[in-house]
T-cell receptor, first 115, second 113 residues
């Protein structure tokens, strides 16, 4: 158990819809990262938040947005969903001060299926 | 632009033998390299890492080797066990561009009893 909690674990929705994925980081971790894993692909970095502020942005689509709340949990919002958005979405957290090895701790992921 | 590459999508090894997983990178600014292991229906879990100033790091059955001149790293598992069967991801960090990790596409290791 990494200590990172993601909900929901599975989500099935239709094209054009909007969904919200939620992540609670490990206790004490200020940094949250979102990654997308499509079929047979590596993990693609989407966005990082640190203590409520956006810190780094990857190849995140304009239809996607995220935020980190004062209690440090984070939400990833996916809108106008397309079939190609079907993927595993992982959240990870780290304590930047102690993460000198670069290690991120991953949740179990949210599997999104768009029909 | 694939900065971290794992060119072997799969590898099959006999139990007790050595497993060697390879990873190549293009960005010379990466300062840390990590290996993650992923079982189905679980998130990736950290396995071992190496700083760019080292050429070897060992942890039990797992050893990571870094060849900076070739921009290549490898993970050795000795001896391989059936429980090692999983997908292994190579990842790299460039501290100057934040703490995100850039991942390869993974290698699926199957250890045959």
């Amino acid at each position: 158990d990494s200590g990172v909690t993601q909900t929901p674990k599975h989500l099935i929705t239709a094209t054009g819809q909007r969904v919200t994925l939620r992540c609670s980081p490990r206790s004490g971790d200020l940094s949250v990262y979102w990654y997308q894993q499509s079929l047979d692909q590596g993990l693609q970095f989407l966005i990082q938040y640190y203590n409520g502020e956006e810190r780094a942005k990857g190849n995140i689509l304009e239809r996607f947005s995220a935020q980190q709340f004062p209690d440090l949990h984070s939400e990833l919002n996916l809108s106008s969903l397309e079939l190609g958005d079907s993927a595993l979405y992982f959240c990870a957290s780290s304590d930047l001060a102690g993460g000198h090895t670069g290690e991120l701790f991953f949740g179990e992921g949210s599997r999104l299926t768009v029909l | 632009d694939q900065q971290v590459k794992q060119n072997s999508p799969s590898l099959s090894v006999q139990e007790g033998r050595i497993s060697i997983l390879n990873c190549d990178y293009t960005n010379s600014m990466f300062d840390y390299f990590l290996w993650y292991k992923k079982y189905p229906a679980e998130g990736p879990t950290f396995l071992i890492s190496i700083s760019s100033i080292k050429d070897k790091n060992e942890d039990g059955r797992f050893t990571v080797f870094l060849n900076k001149s070739a921009k290549h790293l490898s993970l050795h598992i000795v001896p391989s066990q059936p429980g090692d069967s999983a997908v292994y991801f190579c990842a790299a960090r460039q501290k100057s561009s934040g703490d995100k990790l850039t991942f390869g596409t993974g290698t699926r290791l199957a250890v045959r009893p």
